[in-house]
């Protein structure tokens, strides 16, 4: 059983929630763009689509067979084969030549257009083509029902048809859709552009030497792939050092972007030139939310070249600067990109192990979730939960959720689980 204790909620701190709210009342849809289909993938579609064609456009073969009418193998057997005259091939691609009267055939493709006088497509199987002695004749071995084997024209879609509405997400199956109905272009919803800044003197770079006393920035790279899975162009500087001048040259060099993402100088500890920066360029609010890891927030408004730019201050220590983003950032790309909110699957599983919870806040631990060998779902919390134990946010699969106020979690209690982007796994886990 969960032990409660009282609630280290501060009056001045916001939940998850409010702040998330608070992030999203500043962001809207983005501009309508016409791209390429190739580049649409979860891009959202800000037009509806209507079809110019019918799908498919004509009666076609699903089969490799021959076409026939249906009335003239009624009473066809393997014993008792109906011969037909074959008086022309069709491949696919080819129009017929000729139309298909009692007591003839055309052999013909997968994917061809019937002929005229067709009812029904008999597969090469049910024949004696391999057989036969006269290529000008073919025995059929088996009756068929009336457009056995005929793909009908606009089955799929008719010309006319709103095939996707405004406000839908692109998938593979809706590219492949699209380009069935000859779409080489889409209006959609444009991908926002995110600037993205580690900030801080003991950073390097990946391919620098490395220095006593300094650590690489692991940030900018995991923050940009994270924009970049969840839709958008991230924009990358090199890490900015704790100075005015070089933090407001990088700020200033995002005039383009739809939102800043910065990390490290947001918490009440850190290097007072970030918030000083921030501050004096815009309109800038610093808050502590209920939540660890990820307790330092910023967020606001910063002017660049005459512009008002969103920008969301993550926490430094690389776990936070992840979760946090995770929980705000990618809500805002949601949003700019006209998708619905979607929150990430939550699943029950059995702890293995307990998981304390120090300082009431709620706490999303990292855990490994995997079926067990009697085919429970099992919780494993990862033995280092320090926000900076970066390895931990590839070994985990999904974030086990502490409510605020409670002191602790206790093995073999059911909790709830948050599963982040392992789709694959937690299908396996659940079948």
């Known amino acids: 059983m969960a032990k409660k204790r009282k609630s280290h909620y501060h009056a001045d701190m916001l939940s998850v929630e409010e702040a998330r709210e608070k992030i999203l009342a500043e962001f809207n849809p983005l501009n309508q763009v016409k791209i390429n289909l190739n580049d649409s993938l979860g891009c959202v579609i800000s037009k509806d689509i209507i ?6 456009p004509w009666n076609n073969s699903a089969m490799d067979g021959y076409a026939v009418v249906k009335e003239d193998v009624n009473k066809a ?35 061809a257009p019937i002929p005229k006088g067709a009812s029904a497509v008999v597969p090469f199987e ?30 799929d879609i008719s010309q006319g048809d709103l095939i996707i509405k405004n406000g839908i997400e692109i998938t593979p199956a809706i590219i492949g859709v699209l380009a069935s109905i000859g779409f080489s272009q889409i209006h959609t919803y444009r991908r926002p552009k995110i600037g993205i800044l580690s900030t801080g003197n003991e950073l390097l770079e990946p391919g620098e030497k490395i220095e006593e006393g300094k650590i690489f920035n692991s940030n900018t790279f995991s923050v940009s792939s994270m924009s970049k899975l969840f839709g958008a162009k991230p924009i990358i500087q090199t890490h900015s050092l704790d100075t005015i001048e070089d933090l407001e ?87 700019m990109m006209g998708k619905k909110v979607k929150h990430r699957p939550i699943i029950k599983a059995i702890l293995k192990e307990d998981i304390h919870n120090y ?40 974030l086990a959720i502490c409510p605020s106020g409670t002191d602790i979690l206790n093995k073999g209690q059911e909790i709830d689980v948050e599963m982040f982007g392992w789709n694959e796994e937690i299908s396996e886990i659940i079948n």
């Open 249 to 335: 040259n990088k700020l200033n060099k995002f005039e383009s972007v739809d939102l800043i993402v910065t990390s490290a100088g947001v918490s009440k500890g850190d290097y007072d030139v970030v918030k000083d920066v921030l501050s004096k360029n815009g309109d800038m609010n610093f808050w502590s939310v209920n939540m660890r890891p990820a307790k330092p927030l910023a967020f606001g408004k910063i002017k660049i070249s005459g512009r008002d730019i969103p920008l969301l201050g993550l926490p430094g220590n690389p776990v936070s600067a992840m979760i946090a983003f995770e929980k705000f950032g990618r809500y805002a790309i949601d949003k």
């Open 51 to 56: 079809s110019n064609i019918s799908v498919p």
């Open 359 to 398: 300082d009431g806040r709620r706490l999303y631990a990292r855990v490994k979730v995997e079926k067990s060998s009697n085919s429970k779902i099992i919780a494993t919390p990862l033995k280092n939960q320090s926000s900076g134990v970066l390895t931990s946010m590839f070994l985990s699969n999904g």
């Open 126 to 155: 049910d024949t004696d083509e391999l057989t036969s002695k006269s290529p000008k004749l073919i025995g059929i071995k088996i009756d068929v029902a009336k457009f056995e084997n005929i793909r009908k024209k606009g089955e």
């Open 77 to 111: 057997t393997e014993k008792k084969m109906v011969y037909l005259e074959v008086i022309e091939e069709i491949s696919a691609g080819e129009l017929p030549k000729k139309s298909i009267k009692s007591g003839q055939s055309a052999r013909i493709m997968t994917g």
